[in-house]
């Protein structure tokens, strides 16, 4: 299906755009396939959410503000996380509600999020023959309601499994505590070290013990910081984010 009457904005965040491009190019990639006509802003910056995580939210209202500029003349602005479009949506109401800020704030999507709500994609040409294990970030999954959690009683459902389920071959496994928080938590893995670190080393394992050959999901954050434990206790799992596997790429 074509959707080039939409004029759709990619939102990198930071650490995507420093340390996982392909994450990014795979997000671009993957919204191209279903005939989405992607624009970058090339000035775009940062959300401004590591000041707010670290009690600064009012010294990073400029940092939106620029966000806002950036972003404001576009359809939908789409990006391959759900922290920082949470932080778009929600602190966004720091600064002066204008009419600019009030559709940014809205119309600011995660991108597993844009498939499912937006575009309403049922299947994808693609092939990923591995046993996966899905990391339900806390952001997208409590803040934007992207998964039901267990602490809640009501119908269970993923927006992340059910486009993963799409893909072919593809073996999703099931964990013993599927909506557990990482440890990652932007600055709490600064302030935290330690329980940040315990926490990680649980979620690998809980990953591990159910035969997970590639972990997944849809922060790369929370999946930075669990590739940067596996990769110093040379664990036998491979880190990917969606975007990645959604769009093609194999392990």
């Known amino acids: 299906m074509k959707h080039s009457a939409m004029k759709v904005a990619l939102f990198i965040p930071c650490y995507v755009d420093q340390f996982y491009p392909q994450v990014g190019i795979a997000t671009l990639e993957l919204l191209e396939k279903q005939g989405v006509e992607v624009h970058f802003p090339t000035d775009q910056t940062c959300c401004g959410q590591p000041m707010a995580n670290s009690g600064c939210e009012d010294q990073g209202q400029e940092t939106a503000k620029l966000f806002v500029e950036n972003f404001k003349d576009y359809d939908y602005i789409v990006g391959p996380t759900g922290s920082c479009v949470l932080h778009v949506r929600e602190h966004f109401n720091k600064i002066p509600q204008t009419e600019a800020v009030k559709k940014v704030r809205a119309k600011t999507y995660e991108l597993c999020e844009f498939l499912t709500d937006v575009l309403k994609v049922h299947s994808f040409d693609v092939s990923f023959p591995y046993k996966v294990g899905l990391h339900l970030s806390c952001h997208g999954q409590r803040g934007m309601r992207m998964a039901q959690s267990s602490e809640l009683v009501g119908q269970d459902f993923s927006k992340m499994r059910s486009l993963l389920a799409m893909v072919k071959d593809i073996q999703l496994i099931d964990l013993d505590r599927k909506d557990e928080c990482c440890g990652f938590g932007g600055t709490f893995a600064v302030a935290e070290e330690a329980v940040s670190v315990k926490m990680g080393k649980d979620r690998i394992a809980d990953h591990k013990k159910n035969g997970a050959q590639v972990l997944t999901g849809g922060d790369m954050s929370c999946l930075m910081h669990m590739e940067g434990i596996i990769k110093r206790?040379?664990?036998?799992?491979?880190?990917?984010?969606?975007?990645?596997?959604?769009?093609g790429k194999t392990v």
């Open 233 to 247: 206790k040379k664990e036998d799992v491979k880190v990917m984010h969606i975007a990645e596997i959604l769009n």
